[in-house]
């Protein structure tokens, strides 16, 4: 389908999600919090906080502000009220959503969540509606022009299960969720740094939408993504990246 670039597609989505600077500090703050109240304080010893730590790297959090959330949460102040809650639900045109949330009320979420899903045209399943249609994995995407070689080296060595590369040049590393930081630490190490990477739902289908639909569809996301107790926004949705 003309226009349905995979790399300009992820380019826009990280831009949009950029944009949100502010939303996304207090999602890595209550992430690190019940990261640290879950497993313990030390990233070394918590591959979540690890993780969740890396993110506020990127994001360019201040460490004080990275550090009173891991003392929160190891406190067990903060973290011991929030829950972890998955949505999943049809988008326009048939496309699958998960939405991953920490929530202090359910109740208030589920009612935020499906109002975002039903304005746009959406509707919210029952759990496993959708969860079939995604990978739990770690992945990590470089631009195209990156070095193949070098980048299947070094992460087949660390224990990635898979390397992809589309018609474009767009180079995916995929491994279990377990072997995250191990991948990564290999690419740190030989100078190679992807564009977006993480622990993530990854589509194994795609539902490409154009026109209105993948206007609605970006409608959708983005209120999804602007609640303050969603996390994360998973779909197999691929939409033309003026939207």
């Known amino acids: 389908m003309a226009g349905h670039s995979k ?3 992820i ?7 950029d944009a949100k600077r502010g939303k ?5 703050i ?51 009220s929030f829950e972890e809650v998955r949505f999943e639900g049809y988008g326009v045109g048939g496309a699958a959503v998960i939405v991953d949330c920490m929530t202090d009320n359910r109740q208030r979420t589920v009612s935020d969540v499906r109002h975002a899903f039903s304005k746009h045209g959406g509707n919210l399943g029952v759990d496993g509606s959708v969860v079939f249609q995604f990978q739990h994995c770690g ?9 193949e070689d070098r980048i299947m080296e070094a992460a087949l060595e660390a224990g990635a299960e898979d ?7 767009l180079i995916e590393v995929v491994c279990e969720p377990s ?34 639909e993948a206007e609605t569809m970006q409608k959708m996301l983005d209120a999804l993504e602007g609640l303050d107790d969603v996390q994360e926004v998973f779909t197999t949705a691929v939409m033309d990246e003026t939207y």
Request: glycine share 8%; charged share 30%.
């Open 30 to 80: 209550r992430e690190i919090t019940v990261a640290a109240r879950e497993a313990g304080p030390d990233p070394e010893a918590n591959p979540r906080l690890r993780l969740a730590c890396e993110k506020a790297a990127a994001a360019n959090m201040p460490k004080d502000n990275v550090n009173r959330a891991i003392q929160r949460g190891a406190g067990g102040a903060d973290g011991d």
């Open 163 to 169: 390397i992809l590369t589309d018609e474009e040049g």
């Open 179 to 212: 072997a995250y930081a191990q991948v990564k630490q290999a690419l740190d190490q030989a100078n190679l740094e992807p564009e977006v990477s993480g622990v993530v739902m990854k589509a194994l289908n795609e539902t490409e939408l154009e026109g209105q």
């Open 139 to 147: 992945q990590f995407l470089f631009a195209p022009g990156s070095d």
């Open 24 to 28: 996304l500090w207090t999602k890595i």
């Open 11 to 17: 380019q826009h989505r990280k831009g949009r999600q």
């Open 7 to 9: 790399w300009a597609n």
